[in-house]
Nanobody, 119 residues
Framework: QVQLVESGGGLVQPGGSLRLTCAAS????????MSWYRQPPGKERELVAS????????YYVDSVKGRFTISRDNAKNTVYLQMSTLKPDDTAVYYC????????????WGQGTQVTVSS
């Protein structure tokens, strides 16, 4: 049974930090690229950051560059999103996604974790 379980969300003040964790099970984690998406209230879901299956390549959306860091530990089947200098615009439900980088491009999603940045 495939599972992606996010944790680490919560309420934080502007300028603060949080680390999100996504624990994976039920598939060959090291074969999958991993991504974090977010969906702000009333808006579309957007890609925030991604990391290749080996961890050697990363991508960040412009709005989080220099503030967020994605990393993975293939020995622990876990991917992280370290978020710093948080802004109110970072408020969203954050989702973890696993995707095979080759056909059939199978993808799995977690259930999401809420991040609220507010004073």
């Amino acid at each position: 049974q495939v599972q992606l379980v996010e944790s680490g969300g919560g309420l934080v003040q502007p300028g603060g930090s949080l680390r999100l964790t996504c624990a994976a099970s039920g598939f060959t984690f090291s074969a999958y690229g991993m991504s974090w998406y977010r969906q702000p209230p009333g808006k579309e879901r957007e890609l925030v950051a991604s990391v290749s299956n080996t961890g050697g390549t990363t991508y960040y959306v412009d709005s989080v560059k220099g503030r967020f860091t994605i990393s993975r530990d293939n020995a622990k089947n876990t991917v992280y999103l370290q978020m710093s200098t948080l802004k109110p615009d970072d408020t969203a439900v954050y989702y973890c996604k696993a995707r095979l980088p080759s056909p059939p491009y199978v993808a799995y999603w977690g259930q999401g974790t809420q991040v609220t940045v507010s004073s």
